[in-house]
């Protein structure tokens, strides 16, 4: 971006979104692992039709921009992110029934867990595996997230997605090609400047009691509070390959406890790493490129990141 047009950019942000844009915001406060360095230009939207003017603009005036959701699945590097974030707080959520059946619309920067817990509380089925999942429906839908058995791809019918320079379609279930946390929209990353974004996404829910949802989603959370740490993390670090669990082989590689600067390896899960005493994203990175290379070695297996590296960092990725 030249001067003349980052000042041409920056007037048309703030006439459009006044204060809810700022120029060089720092990122770490909207991610789960507590670090990351600042965004260039960044603007907070309320509602999928702010999301989409942002995206439109970004693109009309070639300035690469990146969705944040709940910043829960991505390690930003410290030296911050190029171009526009966008935060994205757009929230709306509608219920229509449709005999059997119940669809929710929810625009995308809708809370996934408090989404779920919405839904339970109406006595509709199907999203409690996600009362414990940090982030937003549209992170959600990109990752295709789950959890105890659960996932996006047996809820989603439909999601309206912004295609760069085509505008808003519909997706339907088949189209976003749902694999083990991976869909076509994940497949852009690193790979696209301008990706996809999800405005919103159709869920179908079920009629169920509520006492028999709530039930079911306690059992997860106790679950999940026996076998995961707290603490600021990026949440699984690594996929679990084919046929084995990354956090089994980080530990059998010896490799709990291990620290970098302010991070290390979750006693309690391997594949967590947690930010506890002010770690960088170089911290977290060292220590997951150390996790990598000594399962490698061990094991022979290499592993795939499931979170994603965003903004500027200096070694080259594999
Ligand atoms: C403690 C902890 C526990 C977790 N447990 C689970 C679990 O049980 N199961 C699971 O699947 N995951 C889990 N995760 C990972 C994370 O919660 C999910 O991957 C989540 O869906 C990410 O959503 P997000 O909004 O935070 O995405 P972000 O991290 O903000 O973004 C992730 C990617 O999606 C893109 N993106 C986000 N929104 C949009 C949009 N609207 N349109 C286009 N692209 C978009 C971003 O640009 C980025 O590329 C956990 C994470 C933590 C920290």
Same mark, same amino acid.
């Given at each position: 971006?030249?001067?003349?047009?980052?000042?041409?950019?920056?007037?048309?942000?703030?006439?459009?979104?006044?204060?809810?844009? !700022?120029?060089?915001?720092?990122? %770490?406060?909207?991610?789960?692992?507590?670090?990351?360095?600042?965004?260039?230009?960044? &603007? &907070?939207?309320?509602?999928?039709?702010?999301?989409?003017?942002?995206?439109?603009? $970004?693109? $009309? !005036?070639?300035?690469?921009?990146?969705?944040?959701?709940?910043?829960?699945?991505?390690?930003?590097?410290?030296?911050?992110?190029?171009? #526009?974030?966008?935060?994205?707080?757009?929230?709306?959520? !509608?219920? =229509?029934?449709?005999?059997?059946?119940?669809?929710?619309? +929810?625009?995308?920067?809708?809370?996934?867990?408090?989404?779920?817990?919405?839904?339970?509380? *109406?006595?509709?089925?199907?999203?409690?595996?996600?009362?414990?999942?940090?982030?937003?429906?549209?992170? $959600?839908?990109?990752?295709?997230?789950?959890?105890?058995?659960?996932?996006?791809?047996?809820?989603?019918?439909? $999601?309206?997605?912004?295609?760069?320079?085509?505008?808003?379609?519909?997706?339907?279930?088949?189209?976003?090609?749902?694999?083990?946390?991976?869909?076509?929209?994940?497949?852009?990353?690193? *790979?696209?400047?301008? =990706?996809?974004?999800?405005?919103?996404?159709?869920?179908?829910?079920?009629?169920?009691?509520?006492?028999?949802?709530? %039930?079911?989603?306690? %059992?997860?959370?106790?679950?999940? *509070? !026996?076998?995961?740490?707290?603490?600021?993390?990026?949440?699984?670090?690594?996929?679990?390959?084919?046929?084995?669990?990354?956090?089994?082989?980080?530990?059998?590689?010896?490799? *709990?406890? &291990?620290?970098?600067?302010?991070?290390?390896?979750?006693?309690?899960? %391997?594949?967590?790493?947690?930010?506890?005493?002010?770690?960088? +994203?170089?911290?977290? =990175? +060292?220590?997951?490129?150390?996790?990598?290379?000594?399962?490698? @070695?061990?094991?022979?297996?290499?592993?795939? #990141?499931?979170?994603?590296?965003?903004? @500027?960092?200096?070694?080259?990725?594999?």
């Amino acid at each position: 971006m030249n001067v003349k047009t980052s000042l041409r950019v920056v007037e048309r942000f703030r006439d459009l979104f006044g204060e809810q844009f !700022q120029i060089s915001a720092p990122l %770490a406060r909207y991610t789960s692992a507590r670090v990351g360095g600042p965004a260039e230009m960044f &603007v &907070v939207v309320n509602h999928a039709l702010e999301l989409q003017t942002a995206v439109e603009l $970004a693109y $009309a !005036q070639h300035i690469p921009y990146f969705i944040l959701g709940g910043g829960s699945n991505i390690l930003v590097s410290d030296a911050g992110i190029r171009g #526009l974030v966008i935060l994205n707080k757009a929230r709306a959520v !509608q219920f =229509r029934h449709t005999g059997a059946s119940v669809v929710c619309t +929810a625009e995308s920067g809708m809370n996934l867990s408090s989404l779920a817990r919405q839904c339970i509380g *109406k006595g509709l089925g199907g999203l409690e595996w996600a009362v414990n999942v940090p982030g937003t429906v549209g992170g $959600a839908v990109v990752g295709n997230s789950g959890a105890h058995g659960g996932d996006v791809n047996s809820n989603l019918l439909a $999601a309206t997605v912004w295609e760069p320079g085509r505008g808003a379609r519909i997706y339907t279930n088949e189209e976003l090609q749902y694999g083990y946390r991976d869909s076509i929209l994940k497949r852009e990353q690193g *790979k696209q400047i301008w =990706r996809r974004v999800v405005l919103s996404a159709e869920l179908e829910l079920k009629l169920e009691a509520v006492n028999v949802l709530t %039930a079911r989603a306690e %059992a997860f959370t106790t679950h999940r *509070k !026996q076998t995961q740490p707290g603490g600021a993390s990026c949440g699984s670090m690594f996929k679990n390959p084919q046929n084995y669990y990354a956090g089994y082989l980080i530990e059998t590689a010896g490799l *709990k406890g &291990v620290r970098v600067g302010g991070a290390h390896i979750s006693e309690k899960h %391997a594949n967590f790493f947690i930010n506890d005493e002010d770690a960088t +994203a170089e911290d977290i =990175r +060292a220590l997951f490129a150390e996790a990598w290379n000594s399962v490698r @070695e061990q094991f022979g297996v290499e592993m795939e #990141l499931e979170v994603e590296l965003v903004g @500027e960092w200096e070694f080259e990725e594999r």
